[in-house]
């Protein structure tokens, strides 16, 4: 690859943000899209593209402007089949047009991973109407979690408890869909003592490697609070690169991965997988000498990562919007970096809706407890301020 590339990314978000700051000190030249003009890491780069990232003929559109060398996805509402197309054109696509076409729906990689690949998750079926839920979920056994195959962040996503709720989140799970397809995974709850991230990265030219794993904490299916490294046993750890290493290494291609797996026990059960940064991985911003944005970057670019080091027990706190404005401001950031060890990223997000993520709080310490406490007070002396 002649460096410097040009990377179109697709998605503008808070991870968008801070993967153009990583290509971009590597020489990079960033064309960043989005369905709104202003998004976070349009901010940062060269050029900026508003467009509907789920219409084939904008996304053509865009491509053939910009003749980018490669493609990265940073969000899941995108018309993925047409990047099988834009692969076949020579154009790189991050990590590869399998990957991302795999991950956008749940089904498709559950599929892969339970019934091709063989690997442990939860029990699972899909149901494209309310009768079809209440069999499967009875089927299953109570309670189930209930997801819209098209979705993240929670969204549409409920636990349902007995069969008398479930008309309401079949409901729930149809208003919070994605795409064009009314169909949910029911799956069986797992009662999990933990659960983990494993960023793994897929390099062109050496072994996968893997990043200490990152504990988190999610609540609406939304993440709170993550930190590294967790505890593991070194059973459960060798499982897990395992299971990481094999899907990874189906779906192909070069980049960083962020693996989503429960734990219970020695017992690891495969839940997800990011085909890109984690939005728990954002406490490698503090963690680690190379964040997952940079090795993200080196990854696709080809790039050596001869050391991959932890700088000690950190974590990470989201701060959330609690109602719509059109403007913010923030309080309180001075407060919050008062303390050694703490760090902040404010996304710059122009507009605020309930539990919209907005920034998130960084922090260090000699361990872990200290540095979820440390997290958790400076995103909690962060005050965001609303204007109508
Ligand atoms: N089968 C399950 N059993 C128990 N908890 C679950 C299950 N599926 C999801 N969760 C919880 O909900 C969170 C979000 O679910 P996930 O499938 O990762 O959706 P998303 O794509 O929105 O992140 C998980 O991180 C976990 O805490
Ligand atoms: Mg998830």
Known sequence: MKLPARILLLGSGELGKEFVISAKRLGCYVIACDSYSGAPAQQMADEHETLDMLDEDSLRHVVSKHRPDIIVPEIEAIRTEILNEFEDSGIQVVPSARAVNYTMNRDKIRDLVSVELGIRTASFGYA?????????????????????????????????????????????????????????????????????????????????????????????????????????????????????????????????????????????????????????????????????????????????????????????????????????????????????????????????????RMAVCLARANTLEDARAKADSASKAVTIVYTD
């Open 128 to 356: 494209e109407s309310l009768a079809e839920c209440v069999d499967t979920a009875s089927l299953i056994g109570y309670p189930v979690v209930m997801k819209p195959v098209m979705s993240s962040s929670g969204k549409g996503q409920s636990v349902v408890h007995s069969q008398s709720e479930i008309a309401k989140d079949w409901e729930y799970a149809c208003s919070g869909m994605r795409g064009d397809r009314q169909r949910v995974i029911i799956e069986e709850f797992i009662d999990f003592e933990y659960e983990i991230t494993l960023l793994t990265v897929c390099q062109k030219n050496g072994e996968v490697l893997f990043c200490a794993p990152i504990g988190h904490r999610q609540e609406r299916g939304d993440y709170q609070e993550s930190w590294q490294p967790t505890y593991m046993t070194g059973e459960a750890l060798l499982q897990a690169q395992r299971i990481a290493e094999k899907v990874t290494s189906n779906l192909g291609g070069a980049g960083l991965f962020g693996v989503e797996m429960f734990i219970k026990g020695d017992e690891v059960i495969f839940s997800e997988l990011s085909p890109r940064p984690h939005d728990t991985g954002m406490v490698t911003l503090i963690s680690q000498n190379l964040s997952e944005f940079d090795l993200h970057a080196r990854a696709v670019l080809g790039l050596p990562i001869p050391q991959l080091e932890i700088y000690g027990p950190s974590a990470s706190h989201v701060v959330l919007a609690n109602r719509h404005a059109r403007q913010v401001a923030y309080e309180g950031i001075e407060e919050a970096l008062k303390v050694p060890g703490v760090d902040i990223r404010v996304f710059g997000k122009p507009t605020a809706r309930p539990y919209r």
